[in-house]
């Protein structure tokens, strides 16, 4: 990696700062950091292993954080953490060979799909369902978690949109608490998901550390002010994020 100009380790990093707040405050920070690293000279399958060392250290930040902050249901996380993560696998294994342009067209209509639930039923996104929120996931919640798990471990970029949508309106969580759990849930998986893509030579360590230094920098700073900005502001940022990540995928810009 030694052809590539020290700039771009520059422009990495602080994009990173932008990708692990967005990450954790709502989700798709993955579609600023893996076009990046391609143009960066990466190779789409292993631009898509590299993020996986930034996403990685970017949740150990926002986790600890949000524990710190009693925000975090640890229990609910550990169950559903079993299918998410078994799913990641699978999609890891999946995403050794990419078929990027159908994958983009089918993320971008789900995107658009959420930006309308979250735009037209806000009190789900905003509001805890008081006595709902069982410890234990029921069989059908496993089941939507192990297929959000697939997809978390094919392609990282959007996938903390989905496990929201499971977590709010599958489950019954606010956005704070729902976007602490995201966080937990995506760390459980992304260390067997990160050695898949390692077995398979497909990390630039290099410029995946550069951009995992952004990224928990981004982490801690969404992490520290998300209960002081409230459900209302995340549920704003995510309808803006939703709008541009799937107008991002469909080609418009």
Same mark, same amino acid.
């Given at each position: 990696m030694n052809d590539i100009a020290w700039y771009i380790y520059l422009i990495i990093s602080l994009a990173g700062i932008l990708a692990g707040f967005i990450n954790t405050i709502a989700g798709s920070g993955s579609l600023i950091t893996l076009p990046l690293l391609m143009f960066a000279g990466l190779p789409a399958n292993v631009a898509n292993g590299t993020n996986r060392i930034a996403i990685l250290l970017q949740n150990i930040i926002g986790v600890s954080q949000f524990k710190k902050q009693k925000i975090l249901d640890t229990k609910t996380g550990l169950y559903l953490s079993i299918p998410t993560t078994v799913g990641a696998l699978i999609g890891a294994f999946i995403a050794i060979d990419i078929d990027?342009?159908?994958?983009?067209?089918s993320i971008g209509v789900l995107l658009i799909i959420m930006f309308f639930l979250v735009l037209f039923q806000p009190d789900k996104w905003v509001k805890e369902k008081a006595g709902s929120i069982k410890a234990k996931p029921?069989?059908?919640?496993?089941?939507? *978690? *192990?297929f959000?798990? $697939?997809?978390?471990?094919? $392609?990282?970029?959007?996938?903390?949109f989905f496990l929201l949508s499971g977590l709010v309106l599958g489950i019954g969580y606010d956005l704070l608490k729902a976007n602490a759990l995201k966080l937990l849930l995506i760390l459980g998986y992304t260390p067997f998901a990160l050695l898949v893509f390692i077995y398979h030579k497909q990390i630039n360590f290099e410029l995946g550390f550069t951009l995992a230094i952004g990224n928990m920098i981004g982490a801690f700073i969404a992490s520290k002010t998300a209960h002081r900005l409230g459900n209302s502001f995340i549920r704003y940022v995510l309808l803006l994020i939703l709008l541009i990540s799937a107008t991002k995928l469909f080609g418009l810009f």
């Amino acid at each position: 990696m030694n052809d590539i100009a020290w700039y771009i380790y520059l422009i990495i990093s602080l994009a990173g700062i932008l990708a692990g707040f967005i990450n954790t405050i709502a989700g798709s920070g993955s579609l600023i950091t893996l076009p990046l690293l391609m143009f960066a000279g990466l190779p789409a399958n292993v631009a898509n292993g590299t993020n996986r060392i930034a996403i990685l250290l970017q949740n150990i930040i926002g986790v600890s954080q949000f524990k710190k902050q009693k925000i975090l249901d640890t229990k609910t996380g550990l169950y559903l953490s079993i299918p998410t993560t078994v799913g990641a696998l699978i999609g890891a294994f999946i995403a050794i060979d990419i078929d990027e342009r159908m994958m983009k067209l089918s993320i971008g209509v789900l995107l658009i799909i959420m930006f309308f639930l979250v735009l037209f039923q806000p009190d789900k996104w905003v509001k805890e369902k008081a006595g709902s929120i069982k410890a234990k996931p029921s069989i059908v919640q496993i089941i939507i *978690f *192990f297929f959000i798990g $697939i997809y978390g471990g094919f $392609i990282q970029a959007g996938v903390g949109f989905f496990l929201l949508s499971g977590l709010v309106l599958g489950i019954g969580y606010d956005l704070l608490k729902a976007n602490a759990l995201k966080l937990l849930l995506i760390l459980g998986y992304t260390p067997f998901a990160l050695l898949v893509f390692i077995y398979h030579k497909q990390i630039n360590f290099e410029l995946g550390f550069t951009l995992a230094i952004g990224n928990m920098i981004g982490a801690f700073i969404a992490s520290k002010t998300a209960h002081r900005l409230g459900n209302s502001f995340i549920r704003y940022v995510l309808l803006l994020i939703l709008l541009i990540s799937a107008t991002k995928l469909f080609g418009l810009f």
